[in-house]
């Protein structure tokens, strides 16, 4: 992993490439998630969606391989983490999941005295939920960051598996 500090396009296409690696289910979106020390430039934890036992999604796999390198629960990151990281995701955190489990801007947002910046690769389709999560982390002092050139292939790899509707 030879990445260089702040090559924003790079970080989000590991993302992209952490995303083709997520099973494709109709209901929900392939996302690759990528947390990065921004101090050190060390990659912290990669997530995709459904990596982890569960119904789970890329940033919260990124959390919960973390939780599990620190030895405590997921609840319980912010005493552990350092300060200064970056979130790098190819679709927006969501902030509201048709299964009703805990949307992963609030896990961001628990986590706000640690992850300064999110920069994500698309706005999420208004498919199954309308999001407004970036509202939320912005009125948290989070930075957020549309990374653009790669929008159509992180469209195309979160959606494989949907159902087309012509
Ligand atoms: C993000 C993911 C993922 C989504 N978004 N940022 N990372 N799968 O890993 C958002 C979409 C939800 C649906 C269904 N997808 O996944 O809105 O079943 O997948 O909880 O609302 O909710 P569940
Ligand atoms: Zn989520």
């Known amino acids: 992993m030879d990445i ?14 952490l995303a083709r690696q997520s099973p494709p289910k109709p209901t929900n979106y392939r996302v690759g998630a ?4 921004t101090v ?16 789970t999604h890329a940033e919260q796999c990124c959390f919960l391989k973390l939780a599990g390198k620190h ?15 970056a979130l790098y995701t190819t679709v927006e ?5 048709l299964s009703g489990n805990l949307p992963c801007v609030e896990r961001v947002l628990r986590l706000k005295e ?3 910046k ?6 999420e389709p208004s498919k199954f939920v309308v999001n407004t999560g970036i509202q939320a982390l912005e009125d948290a002092g989070i930075q957020v960051v549309h990374v ?14 949907h159902e087309k509707s012509s």
């Not at 990528?34 to 020390?37: A, N, R």
């Not at 030895?71 to 990281?85: A, C, K, N, T």
């Open 114 to 116: 640690s992850i300064r």
């Open 34 to 37: 990528v947390v990065v020390d």
């Open 118 to 123: 999110v920069y994500v690769g698309v706005l």
């Open 4 to 17: 260089q500090a702040g090559d924003h396009l790079a970080y989000m296409r590991y993302a992209l490439d």
């Open 71 to 85: 030895g405590v629960p997921e609840e319980q990151l912010q005493d552990v983490l350092p300060r200064e990281l």
């Open 148 to 161: 653009k050139g790669l929008d159509e292939e992180i469209l195309q790899v979160a959606t494989a598996g």
């Open 93 to 97: 955190p969501c902030s509201k999941r």
């Open 40 to 55: 050190t430039n060390q990659v912290l934890a990669t997530g995709y969606t459904l990596e982890l036992e569960g119904n």
